[in-house]
Protein backbone atom coordinates (compact mmCIF):
# COMPACT_ATOMS: atom_id res chain seq x y z
CA UNK A 1 0.00 0.00 0.00
CA UNK A 2 1.52 3.53 -1.40
CA UNK A 3 1.67 5.93 1.49
CA UNK A 4 0.09 8.99 -0.14
CA UNK A 5 -0.54 11.50 3.11
CA UNK A 6 2.19 14.17 3.29
CA UNK A 7 2.23 13.99 6.93
CA UNK A 8 3.02 10.18 7.09
CA UNK A 9 4.86 10.70 4.80
CA UNK A 10 7.35 13.78 6.62
CA UNK A 11 6.96 11.04 9.64
CA UNK A 12 8.73 8.69 8.12
CA UNK A 13 10.90 10.38 6.33
CA UNK A 14 11.80 12.57 9.68
CA UNK A 15 11.93 8.70 10.93
CA UNK A 16 14.59 7.89 8.06
CA UNK A 17 16.64 10.61 8.32
CA UNK A 18 17.31 10.66 12.59
CA UNK A 19 18.03 7.02 12.23
CA UNK A 20 20.92 7.12 9.30
CA UNK A 21 22.15 10.39 10.96
CA UNK A 22 22.66 8.20 14.17
CA UNK A 23 24.34 5.40 11.86
CA UNK A 24 26.89 8.22 10.25
CA UNK A 25 27.48 9.77 13.52
CA UNK A 26 28.85 6.44 14.46
CA UNK A 27 31.19 5.50 11.81
CA UNK A 28 34.51 6.43 10.60
CA UNK A 29 34.56 8.39 7.12
CA UNK A 30 37.54 8.76 5.39
CA UNK A 31 36.97 11.25 2.09
CA UNK A 32 39.57 10.85 -0.39
CA UNK A 33 40.36 12.80 -3.88
CA UNK A 34 43.40 14.19 -6.07
CA UNK A 35 41.18 17.50 -5.58
CA UNK A 36 40.14 18.94 -2.18
CA UNK A 37 37.60 21.34 -3.73
CA UNK A 38 36.39 18.08 -5.38
CA UNK A 39 35.54 16.28 -1.85
CA UNK A 40 32.43 15.46 -0.36
CA UNK A 41 33.82 17.00 2.79
CA UNK A 42 34.29 20.40 1.10
CA UNK A 43 32.95 23.32 3.30
CA UNK A 44 32.35 24.88 -0.58
CA UNK A 45 32.76 28.10 0.99
CA UNK A 46 33.07 31.28 -1.21
CA UNK A 47 36.49 30.77 -1.67
CA UNK A 48 35.06 27.51 -3.15
CA UNK A 49 32.64 29.19 -6.20
CA UNK A 50 32.56 25.56 -8.80
CA UNK A 51 29.31 23.68 -8.13
CA UNK A 52 29.90 20.14 -10.13
CA UNK A 53 27.56 17.57 -11.83
CA UNK A 54 27.91 14.52 -9.03
CA UNK A 55 27.03 11.29 -10.56
CA UNK A 56 26.07 8.39 -7.78
CA UNK A 57 25.35 4.85 -8.49
CA UNK A 58 21.18 4.31 -7.24
CA UNK A 59 22.28 1.52 -4.98
CA UNK A 60 24.44 3.84 -2.99
CA UNK A 61 22.55 7.32 -3.37
CA UNK A 62 22.20 7.37 0.63
CA UNK A 63 25.99 7.76 1.45
CA UNK A 64 26.41 10.95 -0.40
CA UNK A 65 23.02 12.07 1.24
CA UNK A 66 24.47 11.93 4.29
CA UNK A 67 28.02 11.91 4.13
CA UNK A 68 28.03 15.53 2.32
CA UNK A 69 29.42 18.29 4.11
CA UNK A 70 26.90 20.60 3.39
CA UNK A 71 23.43 18.72 2.17
CA UNK A 72 21.83 22.56 1.61
CA UNK A 73 24.17 22.91 -1.31
CA UNK A 74 23.04 19.73 -2.85
CA UNK A 75 20.22 19.56 -5.29
CA UNK A 76 18.83 16.30 -6.49
CA UNK A 77 16.86 15.14 -9.45
CA UNK A 78 14.25 13.06 -8.34
CA UNK A 79 11.68 10.44 -10.23
CA UNK A 80 8.42 11.85 -10.43
CA UNK A 81 6.91 8.30 -9.78
CA UNK A 82 4.68 8.28 -6.73
CA UNK A 83 6.95 6.06 -4.72
CA UNK A 84 9.82 9.15 -4.93
CA UNK A 85 7.56 11.58 -3.34
CA UNK A 86 9.34 9.73 0.56
CA UNK A 87 13.03 10.48 -1.27
CA UNK A 88 11.53 14.03 -2.30
CA UNK A 89 10.56 15.30 0.71
CA UNK A 90 13.50 13.19 2.72
CA UNK A 91 16.41 16.10 0.53
CA UNK A 92 14.12 18.34 0.91
CA UNK A 93 14.26 18.29 5.24
CA UNK A 94 18.22 18.04 4.78
CA UNK A 95 17.84 21.23 3.36
CA UNK A 96 18.68 20.47 -0.25
CA UNK A 97 16.59 21.17 -3.50
CA UNK A 98 14.47 18.13 -5.05
CA UNK A 99 13.60 18.79 -8.36
CA UNK A 100 11.58 16.22 -9.79
CA UNK A 101 11.66 14.56 -13.45
CA UNK A 102 13.31 11.54 -14.85
CA UNK A 103 14.14 10.20 -18.56
CA UNK A 104 10.71 8.22 -18.73
CA UNK A 105 8.64 10.87 -17.10
CA UNK A 106 8.98 15.35 -16.96
CA UNK A 107 12.22 15.10 -18.26
CA UNK A 108 12.04 18.43 -20.33
CA UNK A 109 10.76 20.07 -17.19
CA UNK A 110 13.29 19.02 -15.11
CA UNK A 111 15.90 20.12 -17.46
CA UNK A 112 14.78 23.15 -17.58
CA UNK A 113 14.72 23.83 -13.61
CA UNK A 114 18.12 22.54 -13.46
CA UNK A 115 19.49 24.96 -16.09
CA UNK A 116 17.45 27.70 -14.23
CA UNK A 117 17.29 26.63 -10.91
CA UNK A 118 20.72 25.02 -9.63
CA UNK A 119 22.48 28.09 -9.52
CA UNK A 120 25.28 27.83 -6.02
CA UNK A 121 23.82 23.68 -5.72
CA UNK A 122 25.79 20.60 -6.25
CA UNK A 123 23.71 18.61 -8.72
CA UNK A 124 23.75 14.75 -7.38
CA UNK A 125 22.02 12.36 -10.25
CA UNK A 126 21.67 8.90 -10.21
CA UNK A 127 22.43 8.09 -13.91
CA UNK A 128 21.13 4.57 -13.71
CA UNK A 129 17.64 4.82 -12.65
CA UNK A 130 15.10 5.47 -12.38
CA UNK A 131 14.68 1.73 -13.55
CA UNK A 132 18.09 0.68 -14.41
CA UNK A 133 19.69 -1.52 -15.66
CA UNK A 134 22.32 -1.37 -12.58
CA UNK A 135 25.30 0.56 -12.52
CA UNK A 136 24.52 1.24 -16.37
CA UNK A 137 25.37 4.64 -17.42
CA UNK A 138 23.06 6.75 -19.18
CA UNK A 139 23.07 10.43 -20.91
CA UNK A 140 21.26 12.32 -18.57
CA UNK A 141 24.40 13.24 -16.51
CA UNK A 142 26.27 14.19 -19.84
CA UNK A 143 23.98 16.41 -21.35
CA UNK A 144 22.98 18.29 -18.38
CA UNK A 145 26.69 18.73 -17.74
CA UNK A 146 27.36 20.11 -21.43
CA UNK A 147 24.04 22.49 -21.30
CA UNK A 148 25.12 23.67 -17.79
CA UNK A 149 28.98 23.95 -18.16
CA UNK A 150 29.67 22.41 -15.16
CA UNK A 151 32.23 19.68 -15.03
CA UNK A 152 31.18 16.05 -13.25
CA UNK A 153 33.22 14.39 -10.41
CA UNK A 154 32.49 10.38 -10.55
CA UNK A 155 32.21 9.37 -7.18
CA UNK A 156 33.14 5.55 -5.16
CA UNK A 157 31.27 4.69 -1.85
CA UNK A 158 32.39 1.42 0.23
CA UNK A 159 31.87 0.45 3.75
CA UNK A 160 32.71 -2.22 5.72
CA UNK A 161 29.74 -3.35 6.99
CA UNK A 162 26.58 -2.91 5.39
CA UNK A 163 23.03 -3.80 5.02
CA UNK A 164 21.26 -4.37 1.50
CA UNK A 165 17.46 -3.92 0.89
CA UNK A 166 16.59 -5.67 -2.29
CA UNK A 167 14.76 -3.94 -4.74
CA UNK A 168 13.18 -4.63 -8.39
CA UNK A 169 16.29 -3.86 -10.41
CA UNK A 170 18.78 -3.07 -7.51
CA UNK A 171 19.50 -3.25 -4.10
CA UNK A 172 19.61 0.20 -1.37
CA UNK A 173 23.31 -0.13 0.05
CA UNK A 174 23.04 1.03 4.26
CA UNK A 175 25.74 1.38 5.80
CA UNK A 176 26.30 -0.58 9.45
CA UNK A 177 26.68 1.06 12.78
CA UNK A 178 30.52 1.32 13.50
CA UNK A 179 31.43 0.48 10.08
CA UNK A 180 34.26 2.41 8.26
CA UNK A 181 33.16 4.38 4.99
CA UNK A 182 34.83 5.54 2.17
CA UNK A 183 34.06 8.24 0.04
CA UNK A 184 36.24 8.65 -3.27
CA UNK A 185 36.15 11.58 -6.11
CA UNK A 186 37.55 10.82 -9.09
CA UNK A 187 39.14 13.82 -11.37
CA UNK A 188 36.92 16.11 -12.68
CA UNK A 189 35.30 15.72 -16.20
CA UNK A 190 34.72 18.66 -18.56
CA UNK A 191 32.41 18.21 -20.70
CA UNK A 192 32.22 20.32 -24.74
CA UNK A 193 29.03 22.47 -25.44
CA UNK A 194 27.06 21.41 -28.08
CA UNK A 195 27.79 18.13 -28.34
CA UNK A 196 26.25 15.63 -31.11
CA UNK A 197 25.44 12.50 -30.93
CA UNK A 198 28.64 10.65 -31.60
CA UNK A 199 29.89 12.76 -28.54
CA UNK A 200 26.97 12.57 -26.41
CA UNK A 201 27.85 8.54 -26.68
CA UNK A 202 31.68 9.14 -26.27
CA UNK A 203 31.41 10.72 -23.28
CA UNK A 204 28.16 8.20 -21.97
CA UNK A 205 30.68 5.65 -22.80
CA UNK A 206 34.04 7.51 -20.63
CA UNK A 207 32.22 8.64 -17.58
CA UNK A 208 30.57 4.57 -17.52
CA UNK A 209 34.82 3.29 -17.36
CA UNK A 210 35.34 6.56 -14.88
CA UNK A 211 32.88 5.71 -12.56
CA UNK A 212 33.76 1.50 -13.04
CA UNK A 213 37.72 2.18 -12.71
CA UNK A 214 36.55 4.29 -9.40
CA UNK A 215 34.78 1.38 -7.54
CA UNK A 216 36.99 -1.50 -9.07
CA UNK A 217 40.15 0.76 -7.72
CA UNK A 218 38.36 1.33 -3.98
CA UNK A 219 37.26 -2.10 -3.73
CA UNK A 220 40.66 -3.56 -4.70
CA UNK A 221 42.77 -1.31 -2.53
CA UNK A 222 40.40 -1.85 0.38
CA UNK A 223 40.85 -5.31 -0.36
CA UNK A 224 44.44 -4.92 0.08
CA UNK A 225 44.38 -3.05 3.09
CA UNK A 226 42.51 -5.77 4.96
CA UNK A 227 44.81 -8.36 3.80
CA UNK A 228 48.42 -6.35 4.04
CA UNK A 229 47.05 -4.15 6.69
CA UNK A 230 48.95 -0.94 5.57
CA UNK A 231 47.98 2.17 6.11
CA UNK A 232 45.12 4.18 4.69
CA UNK A 233 46.92 6.99 2.83
CA UNK A 234 49.14 3.90 1.28
CA UNK A 235 46.26 2.36 -0.22
CA UNK A 236 42.74 4.02 -0.63
CA UNK A 237 43.75 7.43 -2.38
CA UNK A 238 44.82 5.57 -5.25
CA UNK A 239 41.42 4.84 -6.46
CA UNK A 240 40.69 8.52 -7.91
CA UNK A 241 44.80 9.00 -8.75
CA UNK A 242 44.41 7.68 -12.55
CA UNK A 243 41.05 9.19 -13.63
CA UNK A 244 41.51 12.24 -15.80
CA UNK A 245 39.58 12.78 -18.91
CA UNK A 246 39.98 15.90 -20.80
CA UNK A 247 38.21 17.45 -23.73
CA UNK A 248 41.41 17.56 -25.89
CA UNK A 249 41.33 14.10 -24.91
CA UNK A 250 38.33 13.82 -26.43
CA UNK A 251 38.98 15.61 -29.57
CA UNK A 252 42.56 13.61 -30.10
CA UNK A 253 40.37 10.40 -29.95
Given at each position: MKIQSPFLIRCGAWFAISTMRLIISTCRLEYCSPDPKTRLDCPFGPDVPERYV????????????????????????????????????AIEMLGGK??????????????????????????????????????????GAILMASNLQRRIVPTAYWASRV????????????????????????????????????????????????????????????????????EPDQTECSASSQLQISGSERHAA
Open positions: VPVWHDLLLFPTFTARRSDLCCGLVSRHDGASFLSTAIRGSSRKGATTALKQMLTQTDGYHILITPDGPMGPRRQMKQWRIKGSWTDIVIPKPFSKIMIVSGEAISIPPELNREDIIYWTNHLQQAMDQLHAELEASTTTAKSSKL
